[in-house]
């Protein structure tokens, strides 16, 4: 079945798709949970959905990419791209672009906390999830420019390369992005890191210690409400660091593979594979390492929902059972 691939891909293949599949799971219960728990107004729900549903199409791409591979003889799976691998090359870098924009949202939603802590109707709900369907049209659309021209970009399982249609050329739009995506997670993180420090200092009151006045306006209250808005905040803005930390992971990788290519090409080939198949799983890994490691709250609600989904299924198979007896009995 594998003659047409070398074991070494088809061991890292098999093991990406399994851990690609159970990170997926794990985005499919957080999302579930997240709906289950969205009037929890300690909880970032329009953010989870979001991101969420694109961890789970992102996924779905990354895994058909090398299933069909794996499953597939080679020239079938040859075939088999040509007719809808683009579409699938599309989707998941869709549903890569659309967290990084996201991540610009949440970072200016921060800083508008800073600014106007007291207004948050800009960032309301529905106005993220309005702003992240324009998030969504941009992407499609800038994706959508290469896929309709005379080169669009096909991913090969068999070579771990982006193929486009003019090789060696890029589409203007896609060397554009190309070139262009490592700014946004490395200055979003540069945004995040200045906005916590500046968050900690005016907590310890490093500002009045060297200005006899504040100029900045106090965040904390003393009001329950406030507090609990508070910690909210401070664990959006963690989790939007750790969104650029793991998004900086693909395209760190991109850009020293760009601007050493000699270094990089120097390198074992096995080496080489096995970088870009960690990048690519950090891309899946991102929900679980920032929704579940890094956010005690958005664990204990997951840890609450599967509990109460466990206790739910026991007690339908428990009245079940005790239905059959009856009859039985009689």
Request: net charge positive; charged share 15%; with cysteine.
């Given at each position: 079945?594998?003659?047409?691939?070398?074991?070494?891909?088809?061991?890292?293949?098999?093991?990406?798709?399994?851990?690609a599949?159970?990170?997926?799971?794990?985005?499919?219960?957080?999302?579930?949970?997240?709906?289950?728990?969205?009037?929890d107004?300690?909880?970032p729900?329009?953010?989870?959905?979001?991101?969420?549903?694109?961890?789970?199409?992102?996924?779905?791409?990354?895994?058909?990419?090398?299933a069909?591979?794996?499953?597939?003889?080679?020239?079938?799976?040859?075939?088999?791209?040509?007719?809808?691998?683009?579409?699938?090359?599309?989707?998941?870098?869709?549903?890569?672009?659309?967290?990084?924009c996201?991540?610009?949202?949440?970072?200016?939603?921060?800083?508008?906390?800073?600014?106007?802590?007291?207004?948050q109707?800009?960032?309301g709900q529905?106005?993220?999830?309005?702003?992240?369907?324009?998030?969504?049209i941009?992407?499609?659309?800038?994706?959508?420019?290469?896929?309709?021209?005379?080169?669009p970009?096909?991913?090969?399982?068999?070579?771990?390369?982006?193929?486009?249609?003019?090789?060696?050329?890029?589409?203007?739009v896609?060397?554009?992005?190309?070139?262009?995506?490592?700014?946004?997670?490395?200055?979003?993180l540069v945004?995040?890191?200045?906005?916590?420090?500046?968050?900690?200092?005016?907590?310890?009151?490093?500002?009045?210690?060297?200005?006899?006045?504040?100029?900045?306006?106090?965040?904390?209250?003393?009001?329950?409400?406030?507090?609990?808005?508070?910690?909210?905040?401070?664990?959006?803005?963690?989790?939007?660091?750790?969104?650029?930390v793991?998004?900086?992971?693909?395209?760190?990788g991109?850009?020293?593979?760009?601007?050493?290519?000699?270094a990089?090409?120097?390198?074992?080939?096995y080496?080489?594979?096995?970088?870009?198949y960690?990048?690519?799983?950090?891309?899946?890994?991102?929900?679980?390492?920032?929704?579940?490691?890094?956010?005690?709250?958005?664990?204990?609600?997951?840890?609450?929902?599967?509990?109460?989904?466990?206790?739910k299924?026991?007690?339908?198979?428990?009245v079940?059972?005790t239905?059959?007896?009856?009859?039985?009995?009689?």
């Amino acid at each position: 079945m594998f003659e047409h691939i070398p074991m070494f891909h088809v061991v890292c293949q098999f093991v990406f798709c399994i851990l690609a599949i159970l990170f997926m799971v794990y985005d499919i219960a957080l999302l579930m949970a997240t709906y289950a728990y969205r009037n929890d107004q300690n909880i970032p729900f329009a953010y989870l959905i979001v991101m969420n549903v694109c961890g789970v199409l992102c996924k779905i791409a990354f895994i058909t990419d090398f299933a069909t591979y794996l499953a597939l003889p080679y020239y079938e799976y040859l075939s088999y791209r040509e007719m809808i691998g683009r579409e699938f090359t599309m989707l998941g870098t869709l549903t890569y672009f659309i967290p990084m924009c996201v991540s610009v949202l949440m970072t200016m939603n921060r800083f508008f906390i800073v600014i106007r802590p007291t207004d948050q109707r800009v960032f309301g709900q529905r106005r993220i999830f309005f702003y992240s369907f324009l998030i969504l049209i941009l992407c499609f659309t800038l994706l959508l420019i290469p896929r309709l021209s005379y080169c669009p970009v096909n991913f090969l399982a068999s070579t771990l390369v982006f193929l486009t249609a003019c090789a060696p050329e890029r589409h203007p739009v896609t060397k554009f992005t190309n070139i262009n995506a490592i700014w946004v997670p490395t200055t979003l993180l540069v945004i995040n890191v200045l906005m916590m420090l500046h968050l900690k200092a005016h907590r310890y009151d490093f500002y009045t210690r060297i200005r006899q006045k504040s100029s900045v306006i106090s965040m904390l209250s003393s009001s329950s409400l406030a507090q609990s808005q508070l910690k909210r905040e401070n664990m959006l803005m963690r989790q939007t660091v750790a969104i650029t930390v793991g998004l900086s992971f693909y395209e760190v990788g991109s850009l020293l593979m760009r601007t050493f290519p000699d270094a990089y090409n120097s390198l074992p080939q096995y080496v080489r594979d096995l970088t870009f198949y960690f990048r690519l799983e950090t891309i899946c890994a991102i929900n679980f390492f920032v929704y579940y490691l890094g956010s005690p709250s958005t664990r204990k609600m997951l840890k609450k929902y599967l509990g109460a989904e466990v206790k739910k299924e026991f007690s339908t198979r428990k009245v079940s059972s005790t239905f059959q007896m009856s009859r039985i009995e009689n």
